[in-house]
């Protein structure tokens, strides 16, 4: 059984890198303009700068590409624990959806096909979250969006629902009713993803201590 939970963590965690390493700001970029989009603006690959840079339509696409790698990976990975471990082990196979997003997201902030410079991975997870837990996803939608309305401030509201997310996620898994072990493990795997996209904003959370940080309606 220990033999077969350590397949399932790393071919979870492999899946999720390769696909979160597919960088879809750059191929949609490249493939309608010519350039890589991390060139230009604040030279992330993500779907702000896209927008930025681009306009609406490509950047529909980035969120369609870095919901749906995420999505994809999360699925693999609950798949994979539940073949190799069981529906009935003390790691349900929920926890392999956890594990392989934080590793999608790892791939798209360093992804081994452009470079292992990418993203500030909030798409991704936030893709992995609609996928595994709807109900926390809408929760912290719903959290991100009234602060957006006030603020017109991204980076604030991704950081303030990263903040969050695993503090949500303990809450919901402790009311359905999971075993301790998998509550534990996912609550752990939140914060990990937490603390991931917190630190790549680092630069962001500079700027909102300066009072500079871009607004969304107005001009630089």
Same mark, same amino acid.
């Given at each position: 059984m220990v033999l077969h939970v350590i397949a399932a963590c790393v071919l979870a965690a492999l899946a999720g890198y390769l696909l979160g390493s597919i960088l879809f700001s750059v191929l949609i970029s490249k493939a309608m303009f010519n350039e890589d989009?991390?060139?230009h603006g604040s030279g992330?690959?993500?779907m702000t700068n896209v927008l930025r840079t681009y306009g609406k339509f490509p950047a529909v696409l980035t969120i369609i590409g870095d919901v749906g790698k995420s999505v994809a990976a999360a699925n693999i990975g609950r798949v994979l624990f539940a073949s190799l471990i069981g529906t009935d082990a003390l790691l349900a196979p929920v926890c392999g959806a956890y594990l392989a997003a934080i590793f999608c997201m #790892?791939?798209?902030s360093r992804p081994l096909y452009f470079g292992f410079k990418g993203g500030k991975c909030v798409l991704v997870g936030a893709g992995a979250a609609l996928s595994?837990?709807?109900v926390v996803c809408g929760i912290l939608l719903l959290v991100f969006l009234?602060? @957006?309305a006030f603020t017109r401030i991204v980076s604030l509201g991704s950081i303030m629902v990263a903040g969050l997310f695993p503090v949500v996620t303990l809450i919901y898994w402790i009311i359905l009713g999971a075993n301790v072990p998998?509550? #534990? @493990?996912n609550t752990l795997c939140c914060a990990i993803m937490a603390?991931?996209?917190i630190w790549l904003h680092r630069a962001n959370i500079e700027r909102l201590r300066n009072g500079t940080e871009y607004r969304f309606g107005t001009k630089k």
């Open positions: 989009v991390r060139t992330n690959a993500g #790892i791939g798209h595994i837990s709807p009234i602060q @957006f998998t509550i #534990i @493990f603390t991931m996209v």
